[in-house]
């Protein structure tokens, strides 16, 4: 198979996460780190459920970030049984505390059992530490994250993947093609 017919082999259906906290109150310090969905944000996803159902999924990612996880938890229908994959691959460009994450043994047990952290560290700091370096994250660290997430589609064997994301990763993931996400818009995606 040729990198041409592999590249268009696969829909991704990019969903940005529903209205955080921070979304709605404008504010990305300290106060906000790793800030969840609003009710809003939860109507917002809760509202994808017959669209992706629909869709019929063989893989669903999601990035290890509180709003992207409750999106993902609250917006895929009861008939999806397939596996949920947490990868920090896909979370958001780190440019304030707002996008700075929590250790896997803080945050995974506030989400069920069917979310596979398997790639993420149990003790580790997977997010770009802007909460130490005080400057956003480097475009280099970002090519390479995104490289790393297309490469790991590609060795995937499913083809119909929803992909729960952020604003900036999924603006430029796609290159800055298309217009900046709106929350639990979801865009398909050939790679």
């Not at 955080?20 to 939860?42: C, F, H, K, M, V």
């Not at 929803?162 to 796609?174: I, K, N, P, R, T």
Request: glycine share 4%.
């Amino acid at each position: 198979m040729s990198n041409e017919q592999k590249s268009s082999s696969k829909t991704l259906f990019l969903i940005r996460h529903g209205q955080s906290l921070a979304n709605r109150d404008y504010d990305e310090s300290s106060a906000y780190r790793d800030a969840g969905l609003t009710e809003q944000g939860i109507a917002q996803a809760r509202a994808l459920q017959k669209e992706l159902d629909a869709l019929q999924l063989d893989l669903v990612v999601v990035s290890p970030l509180t709003r992207a996880l409750q999106t993902c938890q609250n917006a895929l229908p009861p008939s999806y049984s397939g596996p949920i994959l947490v990868l920090s691959e896909i979370a958001e460009i780190c440019s304030s505390y707002y996008s700075c994450g929590q250790k896997r043994n803080v945050i995974q047990p506030k989400f069920p059992d069917t979310f596979d952290w398997t790639n993420i560290p149990m003790d580790g700091i997977w997010w770009w530490q802007y909460d130490q370096k005080r400057q956003s994250e480097t475009d280099g660290y970002t090519r390479e994250r995104m490289q790393k997430f297309r490469n790991f589609i590609q060795e995937r064997p499913e083809q119909r993947i929803a992909v729960f994301a952020h604003g900036d990763y999924l603006y430029e993931f796609q290159e800055g093609k298309r217009s900046y996400p709106a929350n639990c818009q979801v865009t398909a995606y050939k790679i």
